[in-house]
């Protein structure tokens, strides 16, 4: 357990040098989300170790990679789910915090195998949730994508 909070205190370090050097730096990112859904609806959430709140899965974009590639690699590498098939797109968003200038594509995954499973160290829990039952936590952006998906968001709600 001391050693899993250790490296948790490393990633969480890890974060906060991140987000400094993005307010300096500002580069132009690109990362992507997955919406998960069971059979019911339910949607798979996580939450990091280094981070607070549950968010959906996803992650960075890396060179010579496709956003769907990217959304399907960040989903098996965090929670074990294989993408099957092409995902559909919710939208793109911009995402100006902390300097930076971020680029997240939110795909729906709705044919899936596999996990879900979470490693312990970057991820620490994964658990699915009905549309009406999400946890008191779950992060702003995390709450606009989901109204957005059901339609419950007026435009000014999505930013």
Avoid at 51 to 65: A, F, I, Y
Wanted: aromatic share 6%; hydrophobic share 45%.
């Amino acid at each position: 357990m001391k050693k899993l909070l250790a490296k948790s205190g490393l990633l969480r370090t890890a974060h906060l040098a991140r987000v400094g050097w993005l307010t300096v730096a500002r580069p132009l990112t690109m990362g992507v989300r997955a919406i998960i859904r069971d059979a019911d609806g339910a949607v798979l959430m996580i939450r990091h170790s280094y981070v607070d709140g549950w968010h959906l899965p996803g992650g960075g974009v890396d060179r010579n990679e496709t956003v769907h590639q990217a959304m399907a690699r960040e989903v098996r590498e965090e929670v074990g789910v294989e993408v099957i098939g092409t995902a559909r797109m919710l939208g793109l968003y911009a995402r100006f915090r902390h300097r930076s200038s971020d680029h997240v594509s939110v795909f729906v995954v709705d044919e899936w195998r596999g996990g879900p499973e979470v490693d312990g160290l970057e991820i620490v829990e994964c658990r699915f949730f009905g549309l009406d039952a999400l946890p008191h936590d779950t992060t702003p952006a995390t709450r606009r994508r989901l109204a957005e998906l059901t339609g419950d968001a007026a435009p000014s709600d999505l930013w």
